[in-house]
């Protein structure tokens, strides 16, 4: 970074940090770096793995993480669900940079176990109001024109635990049921176009081949315009988890549309009210009438470091306050910080590739002056929107709900590094 580079909003540019260093007497410059220090074994000490031979190749023909980072896993609460088969688990959102979920990390939330299908035994059925009603194999599917696409993929009760009072202390817990993975698929379109889609087929109904079917309509427009038929995640074969060999893709609307083990399309000209589109997934308002098909996800932003799982372990000094960002609801435009409970917002900085519908990762680089924090993150995008906070979505849509909760988060940041989920009023 040159010094004619324009400073970050709130941040630090490089001058500032060597003034920053000089001011501690020049011990300090690069986020508290210590001079070199002449008695530190690890430096003036040959260490075993310099002095012996490492593991050879295939020592883990399937790379795994390094033995270091047991901690970062996905992560279940046993008393939110009945059964670990009809559950959800949480993205350690926490331990994560950039934008891209890894494959064994992203959330999993199925209502009827996983499935166990070979690729071999899979199909896929186009039928109802088309001209010819097809059955497409796996090979069938490999053999059509394909896309890649990154985009986050949300779960309409993420934060929904959130909603009537603070209650989990990580952000795992509250924003966890997110990921954001690259996808390999066909475009449904084009699945359509071949089965020839009649005049009044104006929805669709996507049935998994896992225990829970997962049933629930699609309109047409939709369908037509940007979903995929895909099989690929961050470049391999789908997990399991994820929906191998599988899943349907439907970029910027709730999770639940995203069929998983995707077996059935059947074309029809009305919706058809099945449990996943009526008592499940409808916002039950203070009035008792309920909203429905609300699809679209809305902005919504949090701070991922610090945070409950993710205390300052480092003391005052240069701080990393760093976040993810998104909307289904057209291009993010800005996200803001706050220090201070939502008194003062600062523009944070969004880094590396954003890519429309992603994930964005976002970063705002202070001097902790070892105060307490009230730190909060704000999303605005395209059409003027804003992220709520709590008590605006409250006064908008009761407490009833638990979908859709894409209020500001608090966290407290204590003097000595903690950090608790909080809510200011
Ligand atoms: N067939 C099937 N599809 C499904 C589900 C399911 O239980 N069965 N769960 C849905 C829900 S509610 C969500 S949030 C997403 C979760 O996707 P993930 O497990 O890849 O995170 O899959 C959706 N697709
Ligand atoms: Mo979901």
Request: aromatic share 10%; charged share 20%.
């Given at each position: 970074?040159?010094?004619?580079?324009?400073k970050?909003?709130?941040?630090?540019?490089?001058?500032?940090?060597?003034?920053?260093?000089?001011?501690?007497?020049?011990?300090?410059?690069?986020?508290g770096?210590?001079?070199?220090?002449?008695?530190d074994?690890?430096?003036?000490?040959?260490?075993?793995?310099?002095?012996?031979?490492?593991?050879?190749?295939?020592?883990?023909?399937?790379?795994?993480?390094?033995?270091?980072?047991?901690?970062?896993?996905?992560?279940?609460?046993?008393?939110?669900?009945?059964?670990?088969?009809?559950?959800?688990?949480?993205?350690?959102?926490?331990?994560?940079?950039?934008i891209?979920?890894?494959?064994?990390?992203?959330?999993?939330?199925?209502?009827?176990?996983?499935?166990?299908?070979?690729?071999?035994?899979?199909?896929?059925m186009?039928?109802g109001?088309?001209?010819t009603?097809?059955?497409?194999?796996?090979?069938?599917?490999?053999?059509?024109?394909?896309?890649?696409?990154?985009?986050?993929?949300?779960?309409a009760?993420?934060?929904?635990?959130?909603?009537r009072?603070?209650?989990?202390?990580?952000?795992?817990?509250?924003?966890?049921?997110?990921?954001?993975v690259?996808?390999?698929?066909?475009?449904?379109?084009?699945?359509?176009?071949?089965?020839g889609?009649?005049?009044?087929?104006?929805?669709?109904?996507?049935?998994?081949?896992?225990?829970?079917?997962?049933?629930?309509?699609?309109?047409?427009?939709?369908?037509?315009?940007?979903?995929l038929?895909?099989?690929?995640?961050?470049g391999?074969?789908l997990?399991?988890?994820?929906?191998?060999?599988?899943?349907?893709?439907?970029?910027?609307?709730?999770?639940?549309m995203?069929?998983?083990?995707l077996?059935?399309?059947?074309v029809?000209?009305?919706?058809?009210?099945?449990?996943?589109e009526?008592?499940?997934?409808?916002?039950?308002?203070?009035?008792?009438?309920?909203?429905?098909?609300?699809?679209?996800?809305?902005?919504?932003?949090?701070?991922?470091?610090?945070?409950?799982?993710?205390?300052?372990?480092?003391?005052?000094?240069?701080?990393?306050?760093?976040?993810l960002?998104?909307?289904?609801?057209?291009?993010?435009?800005?996200?803001?910080?706050?220090?201070d409970?939502?008194?003062?917002?600062?523009?944070?900085?969004?880094?590396?590739?954003?890519?429309?519908?992603?994930?964005?990762?976002?970063?705002?680089?202070i001097?902790?002056?070892?105060?307490?924090?009230?730190?909060?993150?704000?999303?605005?995008?395209?059409?003027?929107?804003?992220?709520?906070?709590?008590?605006?979505?409250?006064a908008?849509?009761?407490?009833?709900?638990?979908?859709?909760?894409?209020?500001?988060?608090?966290?407290?940041?204590?003097?000595?590094?903690?950090?608790?989920?909080?809510?200011?009023?």
């Open positions: 970074m040159s010094d004619t580079t324009e970050p909003a709130g941040g630090m540019n490089r001058r500032d940090f060597l003034k920053a260093g000089l001011a501690a007497g020049g011990a300090a410059a690069f986020g770096a210590a001079a070199a220090a002449e008695n074994p690890l430096i003036t000490e040959v260490q075993d793995w310099n002095r012996y031979l490492g593991a050879g190749v295939q020592a883990a023909p399937y790379g795994v993480p390094s033995e270091h980072e047991p901690h970062v896993v996905r992560c279940d609460v046993e008393w939110l669900t009945a059964s670990t088969e009809s559950s959800v688990n949480f993205t350690p959102l926490h331990e994560l940079d950039g891209i979920t890894p494959n064994g990390l992203c959330f999993e939330r199925h209502h009827g176990g996983v499935a166990d299908i070979a690729p071999a035994d899979h199909r896929l186009i039928n109001l088309v001209d009603p097809l059955v497409f194999t796996m090979q069938n599917l490999m053999r059509f024109p394909r896309e890649n696409r990154v985009y986050f993929l949300e779960c009760a993420n934060s929904g635990m959130e909603w009072g603070s209650q989990f202390n990580g952000c795992q817990y509250t924003h966890g049921m997110v990921h954001c690259m996808y390999t698929g066909v475009p449904l379109k084009l699945l359509l176009e071949e089965a889609v009649k005049a009044n087929g104006k929805w669709l109904l996507a049935e998994g081949a896992d225990a829970a079917a997962m049933t629930h309509s699609i309109p047409m427009e939709k369908a037509l315009d940007d979903c038929v895909a099989f690929k995640m961050n391999e074969a997990r399991p988890e994820q929906g191998y060999p599988l899943r349907l893709w439907v970029p910027d609307w709730e999770g639940n995203w069929g998983k083990w077996r059935q399309l059947e029809g000209d009305e919706p058809w009210q099945q449990r996943e009526t008592s499940k997934y409808t916002d039950l308002l203070a009035s008792g009438k309920a909203r429905r098909f609300t699809w679209v996800m809305d902005p919504k932003s949090i701070i991922t470091n610090p945070s409950p799982q993710m205390p300052i372990t480092h003391g005052k000094g240069p701080l990393v306050i760093s976040g960002v998104w909307s289904g609801n057209g291009q993010i435009k800005r996200v803001y910080v706050s220090i409970g939502g008194r003062n917002w600062k523009t944070a900085r969004i880094d590396g590739p954003s890519f429309f519908k992603a994930l964005h990762r976002f970063y705002l680089d001097e902790w002056d070892g105060s307490p924090l009230l730190l909060q993150s704000r999303a605005l995008d395209e059409h003027g929107f804003y992220q709520p906070t709590k008590n605006e979505l409250r908008e849509r009761g407490e009833n709900s638990i979908y859709h909760n894409n209020s500001v988060q608090t966290w407290h940041v204590k003097e000595d590094g903690t950090v608790e989920n909080v809510e200011v009023s």
